[in-house]
């Protein structure tokens, strides 16, 4: 195919109408809510047909909806109730998101290597981390593929640690036959602009744990005990309510999750198939029985095939193509930025990094030859449930003849 001649296809995007299904269900929710002149969740309904109706499609008995992802993150951590100084085990390829509010929480932020293919933690990269202070781990299911969680939890059990899923890019994946988010003992969702469902801002935990549940709804609430006999604030807590129109937008938007994920999966494996063979590059792969629910779609990209690696790649995608990937992601481990390297916290108190066992600060690059080799021939493909198999012939194509030319 003659690449000069041929017009540039524009995807659809998730961050405006051409790839959001936003439409007329959410604005009559919308215009409900507004009319009903209620707009706190507290005494509104929405968020709470929201929170039930998502619980139940998890097949679990508690889920609160809140104002971010991070603010998820941060009650799933509230509920744990570290120490100062107690441990968390996470990874660095991850949105800052999910590791700020472990500082907020006085916990340290341990990080345990990847699988260099999926990116993600496993048991063994885990193991190698944890200490007698370690309180939680927190597994995140990058980019929609499932970690390994039967392992994972067999480990955590074994050693009586909780374990937090953060799922805000892997709604209604599954491994093994058991849905992300409800394999450890909360599961923690974003509904971001760019995740499968939005609200714009907005996030939502789910747990079967009676304790873990209480003390997640009562952190959402400035720990005020709603519906108690004498309700006091009983422990340090913010207001990470949604509200109510947050929550109508949201109602409407669960009611499209699955056909959205459908889309995702299936144009994923269409373009899986029409990739295969193309040396130098690695399609995504998900364990044998789980599913991938395709947040992004990304290529492991070879650098001794490929000239330039994932960013050659890249570059030729955007100047020929004009589709915009993501080569390397995060681009470096969290733990690179400043934050960590300096240490940026509270005043100039550096806490709770006073905190730490000297072990549990240690970033050394050979601790994380997985997280370096991931990191370094990734590739992010734009992803929508918007695609048609126009968008995928045009991907599939520019793909391959960009391979072609630089191999
Ligand atoms: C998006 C995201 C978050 C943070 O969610 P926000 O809603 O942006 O606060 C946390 N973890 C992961 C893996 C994410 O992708």
Same mark, same amino acid.
């Given at each position: 195919?003659?690449?000069?001649?041929?017009?540039?296809?524009?995807?659809?995007?998730?961050?405006?109408?051409?790839?959001?299904?936003?439409?007329?269900?959410?604005?009559?929710?919308?215009?409900?809510?507004?009319?009903?002149?209620?707009?706190?969740?507290?005494?509104?309904?929405?968020?709470?047909?929201?929170?039930?109706?998502?619980?139940?499609?998890?097949?679990?008995?508690?889920?609160?909806?809140?104002?971010?992802?991070?603010?998820?993150?941060?009650?799933?951590?509230?509920?744990?109730?570290?120490?100062?100084?107690?441990?968390?085990?996470?990874?660095?390829?991850?949105?800052?998101?999910?590791?700020?509010?472990?500082?907020?929480?006085?916990?340290?932020?341990?990080?345990?290597?990847?699988?260099?293919?999926?990116?993600?933690?496993?048991?063994?990269?885990?193991?190698?981390?944890?200490?007698?202070?370690?309180?939680?781990?927190?597994?995140?299911?990058?980019?929609?593929?499932?970690?390994?969680?039967?392992?994972?939890?067999?480990?955590?059990?074994?050693?009586?640690?909780?374990?937090?899923?953060?799922?805000?890019?892997?709604?209604?994946?599954?491994?093994?036959?058991?849905?992300?988010?409800?394999?450890?003992?909360?599961?923690?969702?974003?509904?971001?602009?760019?995740?499968?469902?939005?609200?714009?801002?907005?996030?939502?935990?789910?747990?079967?744990?009676?304790? /873990?549940?209480?003390?997640?709804?009562?952190?959402?609430?400035?720990?005020?005990?709603? !519906?108690?006999?004498?309700?006091?604030?009983?422990?340090?807590?913010?207001?990470?309510?949604?509200?109510?129109?947050? !929550?109508?937008?949201?109602?409407?938007?669960?009611?499209?999750?699955?056909?959205?994920?459908?889309?995702?999966?299936?144009? #994923?494996?269409?373009?899986?198939?029409?990739?295969?063979?193309?040396?130098?590059?690695?399609?995504?792969?998900?364990?044998?029985?789980?599913?991938?629910? /395709?947040?992004? /779609?990304?290529?492991?990209?070879?650098?001794?095939?490929?000239?330039?690696? #994932?960013? !050659?790649?890249?570059?030729?995608?955007?100047?020929?193509?004009?589709?915009?990937?993501?080569?390397?992601?995060?681009?470096?481990?969290?733990?690179?930025?400043?934050?960590?390297?300096?240490?940026?916290?509270?005043?100039?108190?550096?806490?709770?990094?006073?905190? #730490?066992?000297?072990?549990?600060?240690? /970033?050394?690059?050979?601790?994380?030859?997985?997280?370096?080799?991931?990191?370094? !021939?990734?590739?992010?493909?734009?992803?929508?449930?918007?695609?048609?198999?126009?968008?995928?012939?045009?991907?599939?194509?520019?793909?391959?003849?960009?391979?072609?030319?630089?191999?």
């Amino acid at each position: 195919m003659n690449t000069a001649q041929k017009t540039l296809l524009k995807l659809p995007s998730d961050q405006d109408s051409s790839g959001r299904t936003l439409g007329d269900e959410e604005i009559k929710f919308v215009a409900d809510a507004i009319k009903s002149g209620t707009l706190t969740s507290t005494k509104g309904t929405f968020t709470k047909q929201f929170e039930q109706q998502f619980a139940q499609h998890l097949g679990m008995q508690h889920g609160y909806a809140c104002s971010s992802g991070t603010a998820a993150l941060h009650t799933a951590y509230a509920a744990i109730d570290p120490e100062p100084g107690d441990e968390f085990i996470t990874t660095s390829i991850t949105d800052m998101g999910a590791l700020t509010p472990i500082l907020y929480q006085s916990a340290i932020p341990v990080f345990a290597d990847v699988d260099p293919k999926s990116l993600n933690v496993t048991a063994e990269t885990i193991e190698k981390v944890i200490s007698p202070r370690t309180k939680a781990i927190v597994v995140t299911h990058l980019f929609g593929c499932p970690a390994n969680m039967n392992e994972i939890m067999d480990l955590a059990r074994s050693k009586n640690i909780p374990v937090i899923e953060d799922c805000a890019q892997a709604f209604l994946a599954e491994h093994q036959n058991k849905k992300i988010g409800t394999i450890g003992d909360i599961g923690c969702f974003s509904l971001q602009q760019g995740k499968h469902i939005t609200t714009g801002e907005g996030g939502i935990v789910v747990s079967n744990d009676e304790h /873990y549940a209480r003390r997640m709804f009562l952190y959402i609430n400035k720990a005020w005990g709603y !519906g108690d006999q004498n309700p006091d604030h009983y422990f340090a807590a913010l207001n990470y309510r949604m509200n109510d129109i947050t !929550g109508a937008v949201a109602l409407a938007q669960l009611q499209k999750l699955e056909p959205s994920v459908r889309n995702r999966v299936k144009h #994923a494996n269409r373009l899986t198939k029409m990739l295969k063979g193309i040396a130098g590059i690695q399609t995504p792969t998900p364990l044998t029985g789980d599913i991938h629910s /395709y947040w992004k /779609y990304c290529l492991n990209v070879d650098s001794n095939v490929i000239n330039g690696g #994932a960013d !050659g790649l890249a570059k030729e995608l955007r100047e020929h193509y004009g589709i915009f990937s993501a080569p390397r992601y995060i681009r470096k481990p969290a733990f690179e930025c400043e934050i960590f390297q300096k240490r940026r916290t509270f005043g100039n108190s550096q806490f709770p990094f006073t905190e #730490a066992r000297p072990e549990a600060l240690n /970033y050394d690059a050979e601790n994380f030859a997985g997280t370096y080799a991931g990191l370094a !021939g990734i590739l992010v493909l734009p992803w929508n449930e918007a695609y048609t198999d126009e968008h995928l012939n045009y991907l599939a194509d520019a793909i391959q003849e960009s391979v072609a030319k630089l191999s």
